[in-house]
């Protein structure tokens, strides 16, 4: 069993910086990739970015690549999301999953975990 505790939403201008954390409790933390999602009023669920349970790979939508930037710390049980150059088209909650598979395996159904979410708003 693991959970997820994200945190580091907050409001921010256009052009402005976050960075999100998802800290994980249960031991099979380390040998499971991390995504994050976000979900904006009205919209589905989507994809933001993954790293591999090593560190050593990520992948980002096409939306964020550039901008964001995913890392974690398996000693400190935890998942970093640096976002900058935000966009109003960012605001939305964002939340980590986790479960076994590749970076590339984006579908919702493929994570097993998942954490409360935290909400971002990036003003104009």
């Known amino acids: 069993q693991v959970q997820l505790v994200e945190s580091g939403g907050g409001l921010v201008q256009a052009g402005g910086s976050l960075r999100l954390s998802c800290v994980a409790s249960?031991?099979?933390?380390?040998?499971?990739?991390v995504a994050w999602f976000r979900q904006a009023p009205g919209m589905e669920r989507e994809f933001v970015a993954a790293?591999?349970?090593?560190?050593?790979?990520?992948y980002y939508a096409d939306s964020v690549r550039g901008r964001f930037t995913t890392s974690r710390d398996n000693a400190k049980k935890t998942v970093y999301l640096q976002m900058n150059s935000l966009k109003p088209e960012d605001t939305a909650v964002y939340y980590c999953?986790?479960?076994?598979?590749?970076?590339?395996?984006?579908?919702?159904?493929?994570?097993?975990?998942w954490g409360q979410g935290t909400e971002v708003t990036v003003s104009p």
């Open positions: 999953a986790t479960g076994p598979g590749g970076v590339r395996d984006t579908d919702l159904g493929g994570f097993s975990y």
């Open positions: 249960g031991r099979t933390f380390s040998n499971y990739r």
């Open positions: 790293i591999s349970w090593s560190g050593f790979s990520s």
